[in-house]
């Protein structure tokens, strides 16, 4: 079995960044040069070393040597109001995710009427600059519909109404896109958090009885099996209860056939937290499995003001999960929740909290951008066909 070993190689001005090189219990750390590298295992020798970037070349450009798709969640309303912010998006990524209007309670505001326009608005936009559409998200005990959860509770919905429903519900909107959606988060946010994760005790888990994931997987394929189909999570990005919960649930759906393909790492972090750093080991055994694998959400939040620790903290926890997704061979997306400070959704939810994007409010590359760019650029990688 292949190790690896992260090494703190130094803080730059731009703030502490990491290498990753090939371990054994002998081999020497990977040689060092320039300050910054971030180079891939290959088994006992380092692959092909790209050419430096001679120009401020954007996300996308560097990602697509790794194979690897760059995305951000994309907020409608600033794609239609700000210029800035949608040529960036269109500049920077090769992959969007909707931060809100894939999800039910926008997609179906009222019963039975469908409001597609924001979703459909942005397919169009991913088309027509070359991007892939991370659809998020089929079911999640958020942002559903008043209508539902109140049917459900008032019992106007019968249980039975309920799965009918549900199953129309994946089947209309993943018909709806097919073709046009990469992959889906089917079910988003299924476990509890904690020591002992057990499956979230949501109207769907309540009235559809826990093999609900797997009937939501086996519709999502039917009604599109070009599409990849992810379970995705907050807090799983170190091997921990409920990464593991998951890991034994990707198991046994796998044994028992249930068309899943991947696992979203949401990657919400928090400076106040330690670090993820078995995030390459954790992704590693579910690429084991067969399974893609990708980062989802990622920011990286602290409490203001700005310092220059907090900073250099931000790239390097930026960077560790970039790098645990480049170790893997199935990582195929590494997405941020948003990508300017200026939408960020973290300021609005956590207190004293924000700067959680890698770039400022003015659409200013903070270091934790450069960041990105860098181990883009430097990182040699044998995984470049990750299949995005
Ligand atoms: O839709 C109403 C709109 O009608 C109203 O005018 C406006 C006034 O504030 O509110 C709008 O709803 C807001 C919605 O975003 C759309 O902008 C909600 O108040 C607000 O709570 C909601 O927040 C979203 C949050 O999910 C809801 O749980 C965030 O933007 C979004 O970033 C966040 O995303 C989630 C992922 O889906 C799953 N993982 C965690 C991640 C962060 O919480």
Redesign the pocket.
Known sequence: MRKFRIVLVGVLAAGSLYSIGPSTATAAPTKVTGGIAAQVATGGSVAHVPPAPSTDLPLRTLAREHGLGIGT?VDMTALDADPEYRSRVAREFSAVTA??VM?WE?LEPARGEYNWAPADELVDFARRNGQKVHG??LL?H??LPAWLTQGVADGSISPAELRTIVRNHITTVVKHFRGKIRAWDVV??AFTDGDSPVLRDTIFRQHLGPNYIADALRWAHAADPSAKLFLND?ATDNINPKSTAYYELAKQLLKQRVPLHGMGF?G?LDLQYPLPIDAPENLRRFDRLGLQTAFT?VDVRFFLPVDTYKTAGQVGSFNTLLQACLLTPRCVMFTV?GFSDKYS?VPG?FDGQGSATPMDENFQPKPAYRGLQQVLAVASDPNSRRGF
């Open positions: 969640a931060e809100n999800k926008s998020h998200t999640w958020n942002q988003n946010e907050y949401q919400h959400e929740w959704w939810w």
